[in-house]
Nanobody, 119 residues
Framework: QVQLVESGGGLVQAGDSLRLSCAAS????????MGWYRRTPGKEREMVAV???????YYADAVKGRFTISRDNAKGTVHLQMNSLKPEDTAVYYC?????????????WGQGTQVTVSS
């Protein structure tokens, strides 16, 4: 089992920055990819950014050039630096972690943190 706890959400104005953090605990040795997803009411959940254990990163087109994902494998943390925030970035952001245990994949989710960007 892996537990994920997010922090760093809040209310900001358009153009501001926020940094989300996520700390993993439990059986963290199984973690492969870590990432951030977001959900807005009435819309499908969407991938925001993912970072592999080796450090490769992937971003949604909507956030490329504005958001940066990073992780510290030793500490079991992943961060999302969000710059030049836009009202359309308003959502609940979820930290995720993929695990593989004896070839069986699992995925874990945090409880979510609200990000609200006012215009």
């Amino acid at each position: 089992q892996v537990q994920l706890v997010e922090s760093g959400g809040g209310l900001v104005q358009a153009g501001d920055s926020l940094r989300l953090s996520c700390a993993a605990s439990g059986d963290t040795i199984c973690i492969t990819n870590m990432g951030w997803y977001r959900r807005t009411p009435g819309k499908e959940r969407e991938m925001v950014a993912v970072v592999t254990k080796a450090g490769s990163t992937y971003y949604a087109d909507a956030v490329k050039g504005r958001f940066t994902i990073s992780r510290d494998n030793a500490k079991g943390t992943v961060h999302l630096q969000m710059n030049s925030l836009k009202p359309e970035d308003t959502a609940v952001y979820y930290c995720t972690a993929d695990c593989v245990v004896t070839t069986t994949p699992y995925d874990y989710w945090g409880q979510g943190t609200q990000v609200t960007v006012s215009s």
